[in-house]
């Protein structure tokens, strides 16, 4: 069992940055490909960004060239830094970590408006 834990959402103004964190207990989190998810109201979940354990990265084409995502595996943390946010990226998100099982943190609301 992993459990999972994302801070760092806010309200910002379309143009700003957050960076969005996700803590993970247990001794096994550098084997788990871990990912960010959202899902705006009234919308499916989706994903954003996953980080595989060896370190490649993929992004939604939506978030590509303004969203990293990266990880520090001896802090057991993921991490989502966000740039030039747009009122679209407003979502509640969602860190997920994946090795046979999949587990989900409880969400951390992102809110872009002026």
């Known amino acids: 069992q992993v459990q999972l834990v994302e801070s760092g959402g806010g309200l910002v103004q379309p143009g700003g940055s957050l960076r969005l964190s996700c803590a993970a207990s247990?001794?096994?989190?550098?084997?788990?490909?871990m990912a960010w998810y959202r899902q705006a109201q009234g919308k499916q979940r989706e994903l954003v960004a996953r980080i595989f354990s060896g370190g490649s990265t993929d992004y939604a084409v939506s978030v590509r060239g303004r969203f990293t995502i990266s990880r520090d595996n001896a802090k057991n943390t993921v991490y989502l830094q966000m740039n030039s946010l747009k009122p679209e990226d407003t979502a509640v998100y969602y860190c997920s970590a994946r090795y046979i099982n999949e587990y989900w943190g409880q969400g951390t609301q992102v809110t872009v408006s002026s």
């Open positions: 247990g001794s096994a989190f550098r084997i788990y490909a």
